[in-house]
C-alpha cells in the first residue's frame, strides 16, 4: 500500500515553485533575443516607424522662434510667373545674386546645380557671386552608382586634412557638378540620403570622389566662415559613453564639431517649425520689395520651393517641403550645437530601458491570475508609448537620438510571450482542476462547479434517468477485523472495477459513498434498462466471483456484491449554503433503487431489479420475486432477478492485496 502513504518531497515542490519566475525570465530573454534578431534584419516598416514616430516629440512641441540668421530666397510659383520658367538666364540669376549682396548678405549659398549647357553667359554670373568666396553653389554627387557613372561638369574645393582612405566615408564616382566657368565659386553637395519612405533624415558631411571628400552644401558656409577659401576638416572616433560615434571639426574653431553617425552621416534636426524659417520670393528680391536689413548680415539660401521644380520632400511636418529648407535646418542646428545624433553608448542605455521594463513585466507576471491576465495586456500597449516618451523626453532635452522601437519591441513581445505563457498556465490549472473534480463529480456537475458562481438556492434539474446501486456487503465485519491498508485495497478494487463496468456499458459513476456506487444512465427505456443489467452482470460475474476475504477468519462472514436497478424521475442538481454545497441526486426512483440493493441480502440474489426497469427489459429474462414493502417505503415493490443467477455461496474465494488479484 506504499501509494497511500507516497508524499511530495519538499525538494521537489521547492523546484516547482521556482519554475514560475525562471519561466518568465526565460520568455523575457527569448523575447529580447527576438527582439533584437528583428531589428538586426533592418525590416523596412520598423526603421520607418522608429523615425516617423520618432520625430513626434519634435513636431509636437516645435520651436517657433524666429531663425533670424538664415533667410530663404524662394524660387517660387510667383517667381516663374513674374521672371519666366526655369531655369532662368544667367543674367537674371547674376541679377538675383547682386541684389542680394546689396541687401547686406554675408554669404549666399545656392542650393542649385548649374551643369554645363547652352548657356554662354556664365562670366556674368560667376562676377556677380564674386571671387572672395562668399557665393556658394552646390554640385551633385550622386548614390547609389548607377550602371554607367555620370561624370559632368567639374567637382571643386575638397577638404583638406581629412583622408578618404581606411574612413567610413560614402564613396561615388558619379556627380553632377558646375561647369568648368564656375571652378572658383565655393561649392557643396546636396547628395541627400533618401529613406524607403522617401523621407530625407540624414545628409552626408562629406563624400569621396577619387580620393577627394568634398563637404555638404550646408556645411560649407562654415567652411567658408572659419577658414575662408582654405577648407579644412577632420573627422575622428569619439570614445565618450554620451558622445557621438564621430564628430567633424571645422578649421580652426572648436566650436564648429558636428555629431556623426559611423557611416560620417549628420541627423537634420526638425526641432525648429517651418514657419521659423523666413523665405523671400525672388521675384520681391529683384523688385526691391522687402525689408531693407532682413538680409543684412546673414546667410542667403536660394533655392527652388516651386512644386513642379522637383525638389520636393516629405517631412515630419509635411508631405511637400522644399528641399532647400532641410539645408537651412542643417545650418541652423550646427550653429546651434543642438545637432542630434546617436550616442556611442546607445546600445548600453536600451538595454537598461529594457530591464527596466523586464522588471516592470517581472512583477507583473509574479501576480498570476487577473494582475498578469489583465496587467500584460496593458503593458504591451503602454510599454512602446513609454519608450517612445522616453525617447522624446531625452531627445528635445539632450539632442540624444536613442530609438524607441528596440525597447519598443521588447516589451510588446515580452508582454505578450508572459500573457501566452499565463493563459497556458491558466487553461493547464484549469484542465487540472476539471479532471480532478471530474474523478469526484459528473462531468457536468463539474463543469457547473468549476464555471458557475455558486448560490444559495436550489439549482437543479429533473430528469428520467435509469440507476444502478452496488453495494460490497460485509466491508464493515473487514474493516473492523483486518488492516485498514487491506480494506483500502478491497475498496480501491471494488470501485475501480464497477467504474469500469459501468462506462463499459455507457453509464457514469454519480457518487461513492461509504462501500457502495452509484451509478447512472441519462435515459429511461429499454436501451438503458438492458444496459443497466447488463452491467450489474458483468459486475457479478467479475467481482463477486473474486472479490472474497481471507479463508480462514473465524467468525467473519464472506464479502458479496448486492446490485440494485430502477428507472424513474429525479431532480438532479446542487442544494446547500453558497459557501458549501452539495450535489443531490433526489427522487422516488434514487429511494426505490437503494432500497432494492438493500433487499438483495434478505432476498439472497446479488442483482434486484425494480418492475419499472424490468418492463423494458426483454433481452434477460427475468423471475418474479413478489411484491415487497421496501424498507422506509410505504407502497409496495414487484422485485425481479435475472433467471440465470444463483444465489448459492461461492466456493472459490480469494483475499485481494495491494488492489491486485
Known amino acids: 500500500m506504499h501509494f497511500l502513504n507516497k508524499k511530495v518531497s519538499p525538494g521537489v515542490t521547492a523546484m516547482v515553485l521556482n519554475q514560475r519566475p ?14 533584437l534578431f528583428l531589428m538586426s534584419l533592418s525590416i523596412e516598416p520598423l526603421q520607418s516607424l522608429e523615425e516617423r514616430l520618432g520625430t513626434l516629440p519634435w513636431t509636437v512641441s516645435p520651436d517657433s522662434s524666429l531663425e533670424e540668421r538664415v533667410t530663404i530666397v524662394s524660387i517660387d510659383e510667383r517667381s516663374i510667373e513674374g521672371l519666366g520658367p526655369w531655369p532662368w538666364s544667367r543674367a537674371v540669376m547674376a541679377e538675383l545674386t547682386e541684389k542680394i549682396y546689396e541687401a547686406g548678405a554675408q554669404v549666399q549659398v545656392h542650393d542649385v546645380v548649374y551643369p554645363p549647357g547652352k548657356e554662354t553667359n556664365d562670366a556674368v554670373f560667376v562676377d ?25 561638369g567639374l567637382m571643386t574645393h575638397p577638404l583638406t586634412g581629412l583622408s578618404c582612405e581606411g574612413s567610413d566615408l560614402l564613396v561615388t564616382d558619379s556627380y553632377l557638378a558646375a561647369s568648368d566657368a564656375f571652378s572658383r565659386v565655393a561649392k557643396g553637395h546636396i547628395t541627400p540620403i533618401i529613406d524607403p519612405d522617401g523621407a530625407i533624415r540624414k545628409v552626408p558631411a562629406a563624400i ?84 531693407a536689413d532682413i538680409l543684412d548680415n546673414g546667410v542667403v539660401l536660394v533655392g527652388a520651393t516651386a512644386f513642379g521644380l522637383d525638389d520636393i520632400v516629405p517631412t515630419p511636418y509635411s508631405g511637400f517641403t522644399p528641399g532647400v529648407e532641410l539645408q537651412a535646418r542643417v545650418l541652423a542646428s550646427i550653429l546651434d550645437a543642438e545637432v542630434p545624433y546617436e550616442p ?30 489583465f496587467g500584460l495586456p496593458i503593458l504591451a500597449v503602454t510599454i512602446p508609448l513609454i519608450s517612445l516618451i522616453v525617447h522624446g523626453v531625452i531627445l528635445t532635452s539632450y539632442g540624444l ?42 462531468n457536468e456537475t463539474a463543469r457547473k462547479v468549476a464555471f458557475e458562481l455558486p448560490s444559495s438556492h436550489i439549482q437543479a434539474d429533473r430528469a428520467s434517468v435509469t440507476l444502478l446501486c452496488a453495494d460490497l456487503r460485509n466491508f464493515s465485519a473487514l474493516g473492523e477485523r483486518r488492516p485498514p491498508e487491506e480494506s483500502a485495497s478491497v475498496l480501491h478494487y471494488f470501485f475501480t472495477k464497477v467504474n469500469s463496468v459501468v462506462e463499459q456499458h455507457g453509464g457514469k459513476i454519480h457518487e461513492y ?107 434477460v429474462k427475468l423471475e418474479s420475486l413478489g411484491h415487497f414493502l421496501l424498507p422506509g417505503l410505504m407502497n409496495t415493490h414487484v422485485l425481479y432477478t435475472p433467471s440465470s443467477l444463483q444465489s448459492s455461496a461461492r466456493d472459490n474465494l480469494t483475499l485481494l492485496v495491494g488492489g491486485l488479484e
Open 128 to 152: 556677380a557671386l564674386g571671387t572672395d568666396g562668399n557665393g556658394i553653389l552646390a554640385q551633385l554627387p550622386i548614390l547609389p552608382v548607377p550602371d554607367e557613372p555620370i561624370q559632368s
Open 344 to 373: 556611442a553608448g546607445r546600445s548600453t542605455i536600451l538595454a537598461v530601458i529594457c530591464l527596466f521594463f523586464g522588471g516592470f513585466l517581472y512583477i507583473c507576471a509574479s501576480g498570476r491570475g487577473r494582475v498578469a491576465l
Open 513 to 619: 459513498k461509504g462501500d457502495s456506487v452509484l451509478a447512472i444512465w441519462d435515459a429511461d427505456g429499454p436501451e438503458p434498462a438492458a444496459s443497466a443489467l447488463a452491467a450489474a452482470l458483468q459486475i457479478d460475474a467479475e467481482v463477486n466471483d473474486n472479490l472474497l476475504p481471507e479463508t480462514g477468519i473465524k467468525g467473519l462472514e464472506p464479502l458479496a456484491v448486492g446490485i440494485g436497478i430502477e428507472q424513474g424521475p429525479v431532480l438532479m442538481g446542487s442544494i446547500g449554503p453558497a459557501h458549501r454545497r452539495a450535489h443531490a441526486l433526489c427522487g422516488e426512483a434514487v429511494s426505490v433503487t437503494l432500497r432494492i440493493q438493500e433487499m438483495t441480502a434478505d432476498l439472497a440474489s446479488p442483482i434486484l431489479v425494480g418492475e419499472v426497469a424490468a418492463r423494458y427489459i426483454s433481452d
Open 208 to 291: 569621396c570622389i577619387d580620393g577627394d571628400a568634398y563637404p555638404a552644401l550646408g556645411i560649407a558656409p562654415l567652411l567658408q566662415l572659419a577658414s575662408g577659401s582654405d577648407w579644412e576638416a577632420s573627422i575622428r572616433r569619439e570614445n565618450g559613453f554620451l558622445s557621438p560615434i564621430m564628430t567633424m571639426s571645422l578649421g580652426p574653431f572648436s566650436s564648429f564639431i558636428i555629431p556623426l553617425d559611423s557611416n560620417g552621416k549628420l541627423r537634420i534636426s526638425f526641432r525648429k517649425s517651418p514657419d521659423a524659417f523666413r523665405s523671400i520670393s525672388a521675384i520681391d528680391i529683384i523688385d526691391g520689395n522687402f525689408e
Open 401 to 442: 537620438w536613442l530609438g524607441w522601437v528596440m525597447p519598443g519591441l521588447f516589451g510588446f513581445l515580452a508582454a505578450l510571450s508572459l500573457l501566452v505563457t499565463e493563459l497556458a498556465r491558466v487553461r493547464f490549472e484549469r484542465g487540472r482542476v476539471m479532471q480532478n473534480l471530474n474523478s469526484y463529480l459528473p
Open 22 to 35: 525562471l519561466s518568465s525570465v526565460l520568455v523575457m530573454l527569448v523575447a529580447m533575443a527576438l527582439s
